[in-house]
């Protein structure tokens, strides 16, 4: 049991660095994010959200707060992959106006710009960070946070008489 509450430790820990990086990114960097960059983050803040949540639950709820964790990944997964398939062909718009407009006008955009407002260009051709372009590196920690959290709705939770 307490292993469990460590891994969804672990999971919001992950996220919260993940988003940290993003945030040295476009101000060190000066990357701007595009609209995919930002549901990106969104997605994240879910999972660590979820996680968080699981962390504190009792253990009969954590299996439903680790499932919405894992949903959440798979939407970041999502958009990471759509990201990766608008680099791979630059032709393909990243609807950049209505979406770019949307995401720019939700309540979190105009209380934490800086994270959450869209700025950049989804085909922006930015150099790989230590190898692997930055979508790739979100579907990365999207599968692995994925995967973690799965294992835990689908662990066998532990008899009361110890077998």
């Avoid at 994240?44 to 009792?58: C, E, K, Q, R």
């Avoid at 720019?104 to 260009?121: C, R, Y």
């Avoid at 930015?126 to 294992?151: K, M, S």
């Amino acid at each position: 049991m307490k292993s469990s509450k460590s891994v969804f430790l672990l999971v919001a820990l992950v996220c919260v660095a993940l988003l940290g990086f993003a945030m040295y990114l476009q101000i060190v960097e000066e990357m701007q994010p595009c609209p995919l960059c930002v549901i990106q983050r969104y997605m994240f803040i879910l999972v660590a959200a979820f996680s968080l949540l699981a962390y504190f639950m009792p253990a009969p709820a954590r299996r439903g707060s680790a499932a919405l964790g894992v949903l959440a990944a798979l939407g970041g997964a999502g958009t990471a992959i759509w990201h990766l398939y608008v680099k791979a062909h630059p032709g393909v718009s990243c609807t950049t106006d209505p979406l770019e407009t949307a995401l720019n006008q939700l309540p979190t955009a105009k209380l934490w710009p800086q994270m959450f407002t869209a700025d950049g260009f989804c085909s922006a051709p930015w150099p790989p960070v230590f190898g692997l372009q930055i979508p790739t590196w979100a579907l990365t920690w999207f599968v692995i946070l994925g995967l973690a959290l799965l294992i835990q709705v689908f662990k066998r939770a532990p008899s009361r008489f110890g077998y």
